[in-house]
């Protein structure tokens, strides 16, 4: 028995940040795709990619770290599967790619998510899709070292094509939101600054909105367990005691959490402008509040703004490099492409890569 696993990477309209915050986020599936081609094998497991990377070993060896970050993502997911069953069958793995990594559109979800799937399949092991979001995610905080949330584990779960969910990472309720977009488009424009998000300071925004929450719950007598929940008059009255970095943090993530309830009412209503307008409200509230940008998507994002064919901008995931989202006219993506790749490697020697966003669905799994 062969299993076909195919796992899309994500794409998020607006709500950057808020998911560890207990807030919204509106995120889709990309049609690019990991696809794991997974079969059993009997004394020794190895996996293989199509970027020439290339790891073997017994998968009932006890869980060493290893020294090749992305080997983590595999060895990870091996032992979180193996707290569920002990003994696991070896296999083979070939993965194939479509999807770039490290540039904000999570790959690395991606990847993990698709041998979640595959791996408890090989080993009739049965999981709902929540239990491979959180075991996906225990493998990036406990074997990556990144905090990160639940958007994309999710998206990739669930996503359905040309749709955003809708999604409360409080409560984990969600809503699919239909998207039409006419004669625009979604354009991602990756910086090649890759990234590697635990590395940055992706972490300290982290732990900086939990230090922000327990002031505030000291200083308003509260017990709110994440910003999202925090009302704006207790922000308000604790704006001193934050100080100015945790208060701008703090004011980010309630202000991007109203960004995306506004977001679902323009995009329900075909207000394209409007969406555009918050895409790079949000952006400017990265940049500036939350900093988590870095010069070249500001750049990106800045040069689109004296176009009147491009509604809305603004840097997508983590941040610290990666790529940026608009929402450009069709007939106008070419020549904007040609205009702002020379640009980028005037400035900064660096290729762009452009790519069309188009929207498909969430993981799905065959035998073949
Ligand atoms: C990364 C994380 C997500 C989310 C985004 C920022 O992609 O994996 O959980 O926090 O950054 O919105």
């Known amino acids: 028995m062969k299993i076909k696993v195919t796992s899309p990477g994500r794409v998020n309209l607006i709500g950057e940040h808020t998911d560890y915050n207990g807030g919204y986020v509106l995120p889709c599936a990309l049609d690019l795709t990991i696809d794991l081609f997974f079969e059993k094998k009997s004394n020794e497991s190895y996996v293989n990619t199509d970027l020439g990377y290339s790891m073997s070993f017994d998968v ?10 992305w080997e983590n993502y595999v ?13 696991l069958s070896n296999f083979s793995c070939s993965i194939k790619s479509t999807l770039p990594s490290g540039a904000g559109i999570s790959s690395s979800s991606a990847l993990v998510c ?18 491979i979001i959180n075991l996906s995610r225990n493998v990036e905080h406990k074997y990556i ?8 584990q999710f998206t990739i779960l669930n996503a359905k094509k040309n749709m955003a969910i809708l999604l409360n990472c409080e409560n984990l309720e969600s809503k699919f939101i239909n998207l039409e977009f006419k004669e625009y488009k ?14 940055t300071d992706y972490n300290q925004r982290v732990s900086e909105c939990k230090e922000s929450v327990q002031l505030i719950n000291s200083l308003c007598n509260k017990n709110y367990s994440n910003l999202s929940q925090v ?16 208060y701008k943090r703090a004011s980010y993530v309630l202000n991007e959490n109203q960004r995306v309830i506004n977001s679902v009412e323009f ?4 207000k394209l402008k409007e969406f555009g307008q918050l895409m790079y409200e949000s952006h400017f509230g990265l940049k500036n509040d939350y900093e988590v940008s870095c010069k070249e998507l500001d750049f990106l994002v800045e040069y689109t703004m004296k176009y009147d064919e491009i509604l809305g901008s603004r840097m ?29 490697f005037s400035k900064f020697k660096r290729k762009l890569n452009p790519i069309i966003a188009n929207l498909d669905q969430g993981i799905q799994m065959s035998l073949i």
């Not at 009932?60 to 970050?69: Q, V």
């Not at 704006?232 to 945790?246: A, I, P, R």
């Not at 492409?337 to 020379?342: A, P, V």
């Open 267 to 270: 995009l329900e209503n075909n």
């Open 60 to 69: 009932n060896t006890a869980f060493k770290k290893s020294d090749n970050h």
């Open 231 to 246: 009302n704006k008059s207790d922000l308000s009255l604790s704006e001193d005691k934050l100080g100015e970095t945790l």
């Open 316 to 344: 997508m995931g983590g941040g610290f490099g990666g790529c940026t989202l608009s929402l450009i006219k069709d007939s106008f993506i070419i020549e904007f492409i040609e205009l702002i790749k020379k640009e980028y």
């Open 186 to 199: 979604l354009l991602l424009l990756d910086t090649n600054v890759k990234h590697n998000l635990a590395n």
């Open 145 to 152: 070292g990144l905090l990160g949330g639940i958007m994309d």
């Open 75 to 87: 060895l990870g997911a091996i032992n979180e599967l193996k707290q569920i069953k002990s003994e």
């Open 114 to 131: 698709g041998l979640i799937k595959g791996l408890s399949r090989l080993n009739e092991i049965k999981l709902k899709n929540s239990d």
